[in-house]
């Protein structure tokens, strides 16, 4: 199982920086990357989470979901990711559908980056990275965190990418600041080479200058390394400065898709005007964490 | 929030607020009293308070005797000053050259009055015998602290017995990571079995089966540490941080990737905890169930408790003192040095 692992590097060629994203041929040969079609989700007998969400992601560009808390951004990247089972509707990531059977497979297109960073405090950052490259690793492999080669050297690559020096990948990931923090996320997340990145929230905890650094990473991420990002945010100056489009979530139901210019002063307004009472505690506040 | 409206609705002087504590608690506190004087008058508690009252009214003066008192000084008395040495009379010494070989080990000649009656002249004369005394002046302390390195040994392979067990095991008790709630269940019910049997009891059949020694000790000792690990391990698993799990298993990996690399980074220092724990609590359990035979110092303890020796329980119990006490500094500096 040792000779297997080392005979599939993940980081045997370097995908190619693509040039496609912006133009308009679809990348996957298979399909398009993400359909979402009539996704609908509920907790308990609150109001609908997902409401009949149909959207879909045809090439790589940064698409940024908006809406307030409780809107239901959160639930649809969490369905996405196969971590919250649907009520209704079906979901396809580049051509292969997801279901309970399909899960393992179809996640090894996805990469995932949390509000919170999702880090394992007491590894190094170069450990975080590596670890998201896990998939095909044999267990004695695992157990000593002994990466073949070629993840050892991508996982470099991409913290040299997203701005860290050798000795900052040697640090406990307890150790680095929160942008530090966000930006192993994404080398984690970019590492198993995914088409599909999902970033919740990813500037959630970080102060503006920040952010903005982290999010014009992601989008340097989608020309350099070909991958969708699908992220939600809450900030629409932040979404209008670097979305390629923007997908506007309002109580679980999908209220506008387009460009940012397309985003007028009003909509944007609607999109965060409170229409319930209890707009700022809503369903994917309460939602209950799921067993995997 | 039931009704917010009405709540919003009152002025602030008119709001009713929670108070701290209600009339529920007071009753719940009264009934434990009741309760706790009914089982105090079972247990016979009164005599407790009677007799050491009547210590410390001996202790003033004010009383000529009490229980208490009396059982203390005959037991200090007995037990100063502790005895170190080791005196055989040199008859009995097999080996003699070897052991006088030995550092510090020397040869005493004792000389010890006789009175006996002279039949012939029917006058009671005393003469002088002679006996020479292998004296070996830390002879008796070296023997403890062998059995008391043998009860560390047992406590040792038990912990880590233990650990090595409950790893696997506890992976099967977290609900999150079970395979079947079938297999969870079973794995509860079979630690908490584990966890309800006192080392003591097991070691007393264990002597049995294996026989007299550090072997059942081991065993007995490892299985009561299973059945506590496994569950402290299992319950740090379940309340893990899930997000770093998610962006794991977001990826593809199995639940073993996914415990490996987002579940044991930080459950490690609270399974460190726990282990050093249970090697502390498995030393001072090693020594207790040496009483039943099952080596170490615990027989050693025993077999001098029974001879009314008790200087030499003294050294023991000092040996004890001090080990735990060594041990528990040594833990503080592993700790420190891992987490």
Redesign the interface.
């Known amino acids: 199982m040792i000779a297997g692992a080392l005979k599939t590097p993940i980081a045997d060629a370097r995908i190619q920086a693509p040039d496609t994203h912006t133009g308009d041929t679809p990348i996957s040969p298979r399909g398009r990357l993400l359909v979402c079609d009539g996704l609908s989700k509920r907790f308990g007998a609150g109001t609908p989470a997902l409401d009949n969400v149909t959207f879909s992601i045809d090439r790589p560009q940064l698409t940024v979901l908006l809406g307030s808390s409780g809107s239901g951004k959160t639930t649809l990247l969490r369905t996405i990711a196969g971590l919250v089972p649907l009520d209704a509707g079906r979901i396809e990531i580049a051509g292969a559908e997801l279901t309970p059977a399909s899960l393992a497979r179809v996640r090894r297109r996805l990469g995932m980056v949390h509000q919170d960073f999702g880090l394992a405090d007491r590894l190094t950052a170069a450990q975080n990275v590596m670890a998201g490259a896990a998939v095909n690793l044999a267990w004695p492999r695992l157990l000593f965190q002994a990466y073949p080669r070629g993840v050892r050297l991508r996982a470099c690559e991409l913290l040299a990418e997203v701005g860290f020096t050798e000795n900052q990948a040697n640090r406990k990931a307890r150790e680095l600041s929160g942008g530090q923090r966000q930006r192993v996320g994404i080398a984690r997340a970019l590492i198993g080479r995914p088409q599909l990145l999902l970033a919740d929230e990813p500037v959630a905890n970080l102060d503006p200058q920040t952010a903005s650094g982290i999010l014009s990473l992601m989008r340097a991420a989608v020309a350099a390394h070909g991958a969708g990002i699908l992220c939600s945010l809450h900030q629409t100056d932040l979404a209008c400065q670097f979305a390629d489009r923007i997908i506007g979530l309002k109580a679980g139901r999908l209220v506008f898709d387009g460009s940012p210019a397309e985003l007028t002063a009003e909509t944007a307004a609607a999109l965060f005007a409170s229409a319930t009472r209890d707009s700022d505690g809503g369903s994917d506040v309460s939602e209950p964490r799921q067993e995997r | 929030m039931s009704e917010p409206e009405i709540l919003q609705g009152r002025k602030p002087d008119a709001w009713h607020l929670k108070p701290p504590f209600d009339f529920r608690i007071l009753v719940l506190c009264a009934l434990a009293v009741c309760c706790l004087g009914y089982s105090a008058q079972r247990l016979d508690l009164g005599r407790l308070f009677s007799d050491v009252g009547a210590f410390f009214m001996a202790s003033a003066g004010l009383k000529e005797s009490s229980s208490i008192g009396e059982g203390i000084s005959g037991l200090s008395g007995g037990m100063f000053p502790p005895v170190f040495d080791e005196r055989t009379p040199v008859e009995y010494v097999d080996d003699l050259e070897a052991r006088l070989a030995r550092p510090f080990a020397h040869l005493e000649t004792t000389a010890t009055d006789q009175t006996s009656l002279d039949p012939g002249t029917l006058e009671i004369v005393t003469r002088q015998i002679e006996t020479q005394v292998l004296v070996e002046p830390l002879g008796y302390l070296f023997l403890v602290l062998l059995k008391m390195l043998e009860t560390v040994e047992i406590a040792i392979w038990a912990t880590l017995f233990a650990v090595v067990a409950s790893l696997p095991l506890s992976v099967l008790c977290a609900?999150?990571y079970a395979p079947h709630l079938a297999i969870y269940a079973a794995a509860r019910t079979f630690v908490s079995f584990l966890r309800s049997v006192p080392e003591l009891i097991s070691a007393l059949f264990l002597v049995l089966a294996f026989g007299f020694g550090a072997i059942p000790g081991i065993v007995a000792l490892a299985l009561h540490s299973i059945g506590f690990l496994a569950k402290f391990f299992a319950e740090d698993i379940e309340s893990a941080d899930?997000?770093?799990?998610?962006?794991?298993?977001?990826?593809?990996?199995?639940?073993?990737?996914?415990l490996?690399?987002?579940v044991l980074?930080?459950v490690?220092?609270s399974f460190t905890a726990l282990t050093l724990y249970i090697l502390d609590r498995n030393v001072r359990m090693a020594t207790v169930i040496g009483l039943v035979g099952a080596g170490g110092i615990g027989q050693e303890l025993k077999g001098r408790f029974d001879m009314f020796q008790y200087d030499r329980v003294a050294t023991l119990l000092l040996v004890i003192f001090l080990t735990v006490l060594l041990l528990d500094f040594l833990a503080a500096r592993i700790r420190r040095v891992l987490l």
């Open positions: 609900r999150n899930v997000r770093p799990q998610e962006a794991i298993a977001v990826t593809g990996a199995g639940p073993l990737a996914v490996r690399l987002a980074p930080q490690l220092p």
